[in-house]
Antibody, heavy 114, light 107 residues
Framework: QVQLQESGPGLVKPSETLSLTCTVSGASMSSYYWSWMRQPPGKGLEWIGYISYSGNTIYNPSLMSRVTISINTSKSQFSLSLTSVTAADTAVYFC????????WGQGTLVTVSS | DIQMTQSPSSLSASVGDRVTITCRAS??????LAWFQQRPGQAPKSLIH???SLRSGVPSRFSGSGSGTDFTLTISSLQPEDFATYYC?????????FGQGTKLEMK
């Protein structure tokens, strides 16, 4: 079955760059959109953006100046980069498949702190 | 941005109850509406897409309806494992947005 797994540092210093990778197994990356979501502790879900298998991206305007999503289909991976992080970026980050978000990774907590 | 407003924000119910959660969009979204269940410490689980299509493996006690701006998620007979937080999500207009969540608690 389709599985997604986030990986990356759990602690990032303020003003630095948050970088996460999602590894996909059990399915080809072709013909799908691949998305990132986040959820601050105790709060609701926020859509960060998505990338198509061909590399086209759409981002949330609230994060657009700081976010980049990239894809490497040969490695079955896609990645999130968020620059100039602050404490407000502390959240569980999820990777997902499809615009309707059929499949989710388990999520990874990223804490922004010095 | 399209605002998604869920009601109620929290709900107390008992096993066997019929429960309905509503989600209202600030603009029409056709049927590009999904529902998710999230248990504490877990990732959201997709229940329904395109407003009323049940995902494979999701129990038939869950159902969704609506189109345009008003949508509902109904659980016909609550089971112990259904006590969780539920989110609606529109995926037709960028940025895609979520409702604030409805916490379903045991009475």
């Amino acid at each position: 079955q389709v599985q997604l797994q986030e990986s990356g540092p759990g602690l990032v210093k303020p003003s630095e760059t948050l970088s996460l990778t999602c590894t996909v197994s059990g399915a080809s990356m072709s013909s799908y959109y691949w998305s990132w979501m986040r959820q601050p502790p105790g709060k609701g879900l926020e859509w960060i953006g998505y990338i198509s298998y061909s590399g086209n991206t759409i981002y949330n305007p609230s994060l657009m100046s700081r976010v980049t999503i990239s894809i490497n289909t040969s490695k079955s991976q896609f990645s999130l980069s968020l620059t100039s992080v602050t404490a407000a970026d502390t959240a569980v980050y999820f990777c997902t498949r499809d615009t309707s978000l059929q499949y989710w990774g388990q999520g990874t907590l990223v804490t922004v702190s010095s | 941005d399209i605002q998604m407003t869920q009601s109620p924000s929290s709900l107390s119910a008992s096993v066997g109850d019929r429960v309905t959660i509503t989600c209202r969009a600030s603009q029409g979204i056709s049927n590009y509406l999904a529902w998710f269940q999230q248990r504490p410490g877990q990732a959201p689980k997709s229940l329904i897409h395109t407003a009323s299509s049940l995902r494979s493996g999701v129990p038939s006690r869950f159902s969704g309806s609506g189109s345009g701006t008003d949508f509902t998620l109904t659980i016909s007979s609550l089971q112990p494992e259904d006590f969780a937080t539920y989110y609606c999500h529109q995926y037709t207009s960028h940025p895609h947005t979520f409702g604030q969540g409805t916490k379903l608690e045991m009475k």
